[in-house]
């Protein structure tokens, strides 16, 4: 009698870490093709990412000369060109498309509105939309990762990890923070699904490293700090209590603009006609405001570090922080496309800047980053990720304050999320 043969191994293993750590003394190889594959997907990544934001820059350094009263014939245009683009290209899509399609669909990402996502983000983030390049980026990226596993012939979570790992190369080439942007891919899912693909943190990590080394040696960015703080450091446990105090603000901002994003929801829905007339009616808003109030235009890169180095009073800053929610609603129900984790950065940081004006002595550094922190939890659900970023992004070396903020800012947050299919359920993804 033959001895039995074993089973050929499923490749749709769940591999747990200690399993993991196990198969790596006994076949290091099999880890070092793993390894390899996350490496070269991670670099993809950061090619891509790099040639998107060189050409971002270029359209930017062109269509941010014109201002004032020209901004009512260019932005309506703008949004007219945005609109026929998905007309004829169709609908790229949003996050919680994303987000669905990682919690029910396998991880499988369609490649195939690529083409559309990435004309209509270039079009709405250099002509002046309050939206920026993290999520096509995260959308691209993540199509490419379903695109390198079917190559691979892969399926079940090694698909899954392979998508998460390339969002999480996308996310992290602009942020510059391979940890938050691991982080992020897996937390933006809704922290009740954090936990169920902490298997993928490994290849997530490992195609953000990839990512970040490429894309910072093509732009330069990245390396040092984006944004300049003032300098902060922790020798008073007051400071814990003043972090919660401005987690709850934060968390409060997060309220006003989640309502503010669903009244200008309910308006634009109202629009009859195809979508490029809802573009060009979004585009119009977005040049009044941009008229008014030329910080809101743009996603607020360049624009928070005028925001830090200029002399502004409260009733400016706070006035400004709610034209910038109204600019973020206007620019993402219009249409137009984009993430808005950096404009929402940007206005924390205008709201935190004002509560140290109002109440002289506080640390304008803690208030503002705290603000941040807790505003952006609230909205995308992402608590750790944010402490992350926003400490690399600020060069601010006490993580602990920022973190109690964003917990505040997470725990505080609307039962109903501003992405919807962070919550959803098996059979609510079915029935639709």
Partial sequence: MSPKKP??????QRWRFP???????????????????????????????GLYWNVLEFLIHILNRVEGPTLLLVMPLAGLLIGLVIYFLGNPGEIAVLVDNIHFRGGRLDATKNPSMILASLLSISAGGS??????????TGSLGTWVA???????????SMSLAAMAA???????????????ALEILHHQH??????????????????????????????????????YTLDNIDDFAMAILYGVIGAVAGWLFMSI?????RLLARIPGPIYVRTTFAGLGLGILATLFPLTRYFGHEELAEVLDRDFSIAFLLTLAIAKMVAISITVTGGWRGGFIIPIFFTGACIGKAIALLIP???????????????????TRTPVSTTLLLTKLTNISPLTPVLFASLIGFFLAPKAPLITAQLKTQQEAIAE
């Fill in 361 to 379: 002595g506080l640390n304008p550094a803690l208030a503002m980053i705290c603000v941040m922190a807790a505003f952006n939890a609230s909205v």
């Fill in 194 to 231: 954090v936990l169920e693909y902490y298997e993928a943190i490994l290849p997530a990590i490992v195609a953000s490293c990839a990512s970040y080394l490429v894309f910072a040696a093509i732009t330069k960015l990245g390396i040092a700090p984006t944004w300049h703080f003032p300098q």
């Fill in 261 to 265: 994003f669903r009244g200008c929801d």
């Fill in 7 to 12: 089973n050929p191994p499923d490749r749709t």
């Fill in 19 to 49: 399993q993991l750590f196990g198969l790596a003394k006994r076949n290091p190889l099999m880890i070092s093709r793993w390894v390899l594959r996350w490496t070269v997907l991670g670099t993809a990544c950061g090619l891509f990412a």
């Fill in 150 to 160: 079917d190559r691979l012939n892969l399926q079940g979570e090694d698909l899954r």
């Fill in 131 to 140: 939206a920026g390049p993290e999520a096509p980026l995260v959308q691209v």
């Fill in 170 to 184: 996308g996310f992290t080439a602009l942020f510059g923070a391979p940890l938050g942007g691991a982080m992020f």
